[in-house]
């Protein structure tokens, strides 16, 4: 779950529908898109799914060292500098009161929920105190650094044309090292798509034709975040350049583009490249993404009709382990329905995922302590925080948003506890590493390129501002980060569609245990066949890169020295799994003979 560790501690403007303060009634409120709402109905959030893990105990009660958040996370005098606590409080609020309300925010280390021991009491004021004093409060406490999104003032390439949702343009990078190569020869296009439902949506995709055949398969991939752009796999991972420290593009031997057509999309809305003149079009729901996913894809084969006929494969990372089963069973469902152009849907791949929740989460603390990273005693004392994780994940599925919402910050608060004792310097992308920056890699050099205006121009994104991660998502898509998106898969593997999850095995965030659980747990009429199947070496050029294991359409692979980013770390392993999983020959034992030296 790839996050910008710099700005997603941004609680942007999330909209939430809030209570009035009585547990029987529950009668809505206005909708309020304040800083001051948002941390108040968290805190209520948080403070109901406790009660419910806890029974009818009394609030005394659960304030004691007994309570499980506070056992696992230790006594005040116990916390690093970045495991605390913050409550905010109105004086006179009677049913969340001073002595139990409780915020978490996000940590800007990691993306993730940090526990906050700061006690903020505001004098003379309910819970829904002014809005102007709660945001200065909350300004004032350093939560909200500078807000990047890409929620325009006014649509850039707004037009009355109504007829054509799609523009595309060949074009070639101005820094491209071998600069003699003809935009024609090259084959890659860039383009904007007029989301069809949406109120003024663009997404920002780039294509690049198979540096093989044209017959190859037709391949998306989604960056996860949620709200990373794509642009970081294609530069660092899998596209058909690597940039070099002078800005330069120099080719990338391993790409993915020399054995499919290959489609980078900068989505959700607001992504990236992506952006709208209206706030309404940002996505809360994987129904909302999949819906505009699947409207770009009807709308890119109509632009290319050649390429119909090809087989179509899905596939990303991380949050994207929401994204791809969602997109496909969307997918699917057009297919049958007989919506628009059919779709030759084959396959779909998560790598390093985030896709049951409720089974990935309690792996944090088994996976820290088989790597070393942390006690036996550390071990136990966290886990006594799974049992609330549960009850809060199987409310999200069931109470909406606020329930989903308080899942996020309890059970987010095992992974902080985790990172906080194996120390706050790890890179939890890849346990070898030391995290630096604020991805805990350095790509600055991305966006430096991208925001370069012969570049831009290029693209034909011209006054758009390139940022790898957009806060403003991340934040509109937090009611979603709970929920189960496993749930679609069985009928796309009972009705032939293949799966891949793969997963490097120096990962920590969506580390390969918690994958390789939740696709064991999966019931589908292959399960029980999948579980019994043996392990296979995966083996490219003789060398053992993983261990596989498949049964009918479901293949799970481990990956060796590899972390969240298997194409980044392991590249001709990973082109080497794509073209083998696209062409039913996964579990192949040597790799075959070809000139793998790309050239542009």
Partial sequence: MEVDTGNSCFIEKLPVERYASTRETKKPLETNKSPAAFVNHAAIAWHESRRKWVGEASRKSERTPKDPIISALGSPSEKSSIVRDMVVSGSLDLYCTVEDNLTVRNSCRGGLVAMHLENTKISVLPSRFATKQAEKLIQELNLFPKESDNIVDRDPFQTDDEGSRIVEKRFSFPNLANSSVTIEDLGHHAGYYKIKHSHAARLFYFFFESRGSKDDPVVIWLSGGPGCSSELALFYENGPFSISKNLS?????????????????????????????????????????SDDLYDFIQAFFEEHPELVKNDFYITGESYAGHYIPAFAARVHKGNKGKEGTHINLKGFAIGNGLTDPKIQYPAYTD????????????????????PVCE???????????????????????????????????????????????????????????LNLRSVKKALGVEDIEFVSCSTTVYQAMLVDWMRNSEVGIPTLLEDGIKLLVYAGEYDLICNWLGNSRWVQAMEWKGQKEFVASIEVPFEV??????????????SFLKVHDAGHMVPMDQPKAALEMLKRWTRGTLSQQTTEPENLVASI
């Fill in 391 to 449: 009850v809060a994940v199987n409310l999200c599925g069931t109470d909406g948003k606020v329930s989903c919402l308080a899942a996020y910050f309890v059970c987010n608060s095992i992974f902080t506890a985790v990172r906080a004792s194996a120390g706050v310097d790890i890179n939890h992308y890849d346990i070898r590493k030391k995290c630096e920056g604020r991805l805990c890699y350095d790509f600055s050099d991305m966006e430096k390129m």
């Fill in 367 to 386: 996976y820290a302590l088989d790597m070393g990273l942390i006690s036996n005693s550390t071990h136990d004392r966290i886990n006594k925080l799974i």
């Fill in 249 to 289: 593009l120099v080719p990338n031997e391993y790409g993915w583009d020399k054995v499919s057509n290959l489609i980078y999309v900068d989505q959700p809305t607001g992504t990236g490249f992506s952006y709208s003149s209206d706030r309404r079009d940002l996505c809360h729901t994987e129904a909302c993404v």
């Fill in 541 to 554: 050029n003789g060398t053992e890169a993983g261990l596989l294991r498949s049964h009918g359409p479901l």
